[in-house]
Nanobody
Framework: VQLQASGGGVVQAGGSLRLSCAAS????????LGWFRQAPGKEREFVMG????????YYADSVKGRFTISRDNGKSTVYLQMNALKPEDTAIYYC???????????????????WGQGTLVTVSS
């Protein structure tokens, strides 16, 4: 199983980026997907999650109204659209996958089975 994240880069505050995470080796619609991030010196934190059908999403309060998560099951890809970026959004962003029916909240890191390698997002002020 591989999750390949891409789309990170350097952007000015107020700008936008779209991250992608392509999966291989899994039956994609059998998995819920999440985006997490880890800033220097901080713990990895939940950003957004999406159920297998794409009909239900979850978000951290810090990104409400600015970030959107979506998935294309035909392309085995999940996206994170990030708008109105702030310097505090600077972090390595990771995508993760967990089997449907895990039961626990999607914000729980421990419930994820697979992780991508991360992509760095830097927001300058």
């Amino acid at each position: 199983v591989q999750l390949q994240a891409s789309g990170g880069g350097v952007v000015q505050a107020g700008g936008s980026l779209r991250l992608s995470c392509a999966a291989s080796g899994v039956t994609f619609n059998s998995y819920g997907l999440g985006w997490f991030r880890q800033a220097p010196g901080k713990e990895r934190e939940f950003v957004m999650g999406i159920r297998w059908s794409g009909s239900t999403t979850y978000y951290a309060d810090s990104v409400k109204g600015r970030f959107t998560i979506s998935r294309d099951n035909g392309k085995s890809t999940v996206y994170l659209q990030m708008n109105a970026l702030k310097p505090e959004d600077t972090a390595i962003y990771y995508c993760a996958a967990r089997k449907n029916g895990a039961g626990s909240p999607m914000l729980s890191r421990a419930t994820y089975d697979y992780w991508g390698q991360g992509t760095l997002v830097t927001v300058s002020s």
